[in-house]
Structure formats: structure tokens, C-alpha cells
């Protein structure tokens, strides 16, 4: 994707050959900075403290974290603790643990002498295989989009999305943007409905932020206005991320996307799900019952960063100083709303036969 009309990914090795670059989200829409990371334990903190967000860019940030370990010391010491330190972030996103547990089993056999150049590999390696994932999975839901446009005759097609599973949540496409950037590319006319999301409005920062500098319309909304729009015809369809699927099709996403799944099926709006399949853990299948939801900070809820009129970025309390506040950072969608998991192998059901059906090795490497 792009930034002021340069193509960029949001995680690429150093020009010194070892460190790792990164794109701070948390200085996104009104400052764009790169900050390099040089250790395990800085890889960690942006993970940890959301300089890099969105599962699948979580999970290249670990591997590459783990390549960084093995610059620094490549014994067996080293990597197991690096895998502790990177593993404790962030509780929530499958990916992490299925980075950093591809990268540990493909080093420990491995000689000491050999392990930062495999590191490395795998590391740029992983990132890679999440473009062409990423990819795929735009090529796999444009039909849908191109399906909804020749229903309107050539009307723009509103499409709704929540949080942000665009590129920045990757490495490059993004999962929920992807088909939405090929359809806008293709020269289909969309336009896309943009939640603020709450509370650290990932939405509004850099879903917004992203579609401008690639050019696809766009219209930021409160959280709350969904409904409304699905109620009066506005919404033709809604495409969320996600940070871990169960085997049966339960959908753990940012905190409201539950929200939007019943407001969608209650007006007819078909609900679908960009699907990295890294993100499919088939040990669980009841979402509610057995994903953790992290509960963040509540100075994300009680503070809110911005520009003021002078240009200084801020950040100022919004709440009483007496009111304390709760910030469970994910929900649940149960796959009866979801109306279909787009992957980079087709477009599924939200079942565990459709799933099991398009990834059969992974229903066997977890049995």
C-alpha cells in the first residue's frame, strides 16, 4: 500500500541488515514515524504498548523480534527468552504463539553458529507468506464485492467495516481492506463506512488514514451509528478482521464488533470476515467461553489523544476524575451471525466442516 504515494509495508529489515523498522501507529493520523528496534525486549514493548497492532503484523513482529534474540546471543537460553518475553504481550491474537512457535522449532535443532541467519530467513519469510495471504484473501472477496455492484447497476457499494484490518494491521493488503482495495483498484466504486472503535478509535486513526492515502472513499462514523445506517439501506455490507477464529467459526475481534454482527443480521446486511488462516486456532471452538479477552489500561478509555487548533498533539482526560473505567479490549461474534469467512483459500462458512474442509492439515497438526 501506500503513504503519500510511496508503496511501503509496515515492518522491513534495517538498511544495517539486523535491525528491524517499524511504522509507530501510535503517532498515526497526524504523525508518521519509524522507529527501529534493536533488541527482543524493544520488539516486546511495541507489541505490548500497540506501536504494531492487527494479529498478523503481531505475529511478523514476534519473528522478528526472535531473529533479533539471535543477533544479540543465539543459545538455547536466548531463545527460550525471548519466546517468554514476546509470548506475554499480548494474550488475545493467535498469531503470536504460531510465530513465535515456528520460529522456536526450526531454531533449537539447529547449531548455535546457525541460528541467526535461519532466524532472519523464516522472519522475512513469514512476513512474505502474510502479503501473498493477505492477497489472496483480496482476491477471494472481490467476487463478492463485484457481485454487490452489478446488483446496484453502478452505484457505489457501502461497505461497513470496524476497527482496523487494513494493511497497517499486517504486513501489506490488510485482511477486511484487502477485497476493498482490489475492488477500488479495479475501478468498482465503493465507498466504506469507517467506525471510530472505541477506545483507542483504530478506526478513526488509521483505517481512515490509510484509505486516504490510497484514495478509496470513505466516511468516518461513531461507533453507534451502524444500526442506523443498516436500518436505512446504507450499509450494503460489512467486512471485520479478526485476532483469533475457533474451529467452529466464532470471530474474537475488536470490542463492538459483536455489536455490528447483530445490527447486521437483524436488517439483512451480510457479515463477513477477512480470515488469515494463522489465525484459526483449532484447539477451542466455543470463542465465548474459551478465548481470553485482554483487558487493557483504562486510561485508554479515560484519555483520548488528538491535534489541537495549534497543531500540538495532545492527549486529555475525558471522564471524571472520581469515575473508574473497564477496557476489555475484544468480543465474541458467534458464527450464527457471521455470513461467511473470506481466507486465502476461498470463502468459507463459519462451521467447522466448511473450515475443516479448507485447511485440513491444520484440523491434523492439532489433533
Not at 155 to 176: K, Q, R, Y
Not at 179 to 203: K, L, S
Request: glycine share 8%; proline share 6%; aromatic share 6%.
Amino acid at each position: 500500500m501506500r503513504v503519500n504515494g510511496r508503496a511501503m509495508r509496515t515492518i522491513w529489515l534495517n538498511d544495517n541488515g539486523w535491525a528491524v523498522d517499524i511504522i509507530d501507529q501510535t503517532r498515526l493520523p497526524h504523525a508518521f514515524e519509524i522507529v527501529t528496534l534493536k533488541t527482543p525486549e524493544e520488539a516486546a514493548h511495541a507489541i505490548k504498548h500497540m506501536l504494531v497492532r492487527g494479529a498478523p503484523l503481531i505475529g511478523a513482529t514476534a519473528a522478528y523480534g526472535m531473529a533479533l534474540a539471535m543477533h544479540r546471543d543465539t543459545s538455547d537460553a536466548s531463545i527460550s527468552h525471548a519466546y517468554d518475553v514476546l509470548l506475554e504481550t499480548r494474550p488475545t491474537a493467535s498469531n503470536l504463539r504460531w510465530a513465535l512457535d515456528r520460529v522456536r522449532a526450526a531454531l533449537v535443532p539447529l547449531r548455535p553458529d546457525e541460528r541467526e541467519e535461519a532466524a532472519y530467513r523464516l522472519a522475512v519469510d513469514l512476513a512474505d507468506e502474510d502479503v501473498a495471504i493477505n492477497a489472496d484473501i483480496g482476491r477471494h472477496g472481490l467476487p463478492i464485492i463485484t457481485a454487490i455492484a452489478e446488483a446496484k447497476g453502478g452505484e457505489p457499494i457501502n461497505i461497513l467495516t470496524h476497527c482496523n484490518a487494513g494493511w497497517l494491521a499486517t504486513v501489506d493488503w490488510g485482511t477486511a481492506t484487502a477485497p476493498i482495495y482490489m475492488a477500488h483498484d479495479a475501478g468498482i466504486p465503493v465507498h466504506v463506512w469507517v467506525d471510530e472503535t472505541r477506545p483507542r478509535n483504530q478506526g478513526a486513526y488509521l483505517t481512515a488514514w490509510e484509505l486516504a492515502n490510497h484514495g478509496v472513499p470513505h466516511t468516518v462514523i461513531v461507533d453507534n451509528a451502524g444500526g442506523h445506517l443498516m436500518q436505512h439501506g446504507l450499509v450494503d455490507m460489512c467486512i471485520t478482521g479478526t485476532d483469533r477464529t475457533t474451529a467452529t467459526g466464532d470471530v474474537c475481534n475488536k470490542i463492538g464488533t459483536y455489536l455490528k454482527a447483530l445490527a447486521a443480521h437483524d436488517n439483512g446486511v451480510p457479515f463477513y470476515v477477512g480470515l488469515p488462516s494463522p489465525t484459526i486456532d483449532f484447539s477451542i471452538s466455543d470463542g465465548v467461553a474459551e478465548i481470553p479477552i485482554e483487558q487493557r489500561s483504562a486510561d485508554e478509555v479515560t484519555h483520548i489523544p488528538g491535534r489541537l487548533e495549534n497543531g500540538e498533539i495532545a492527549t486529555v482526560q475525558i471522564t471524571p476524575d472520581a469515575s473508574p473505567a473497564a477496557n476489555y479490549a475484544f468480543d465474541v461474534t458467534p458464527a450464527r451471525l457471521v455470513t461467511g469467512l473470506i481466507t486465502e483459500r476461498g470463502v468459507a462458512e463459519a462451521s467447522r466442516e466448511s473450515i475443516a474442509a479448507l485447511f485440513p492439515e491444520r484440523i491434523r497438526q492439532s489433533a
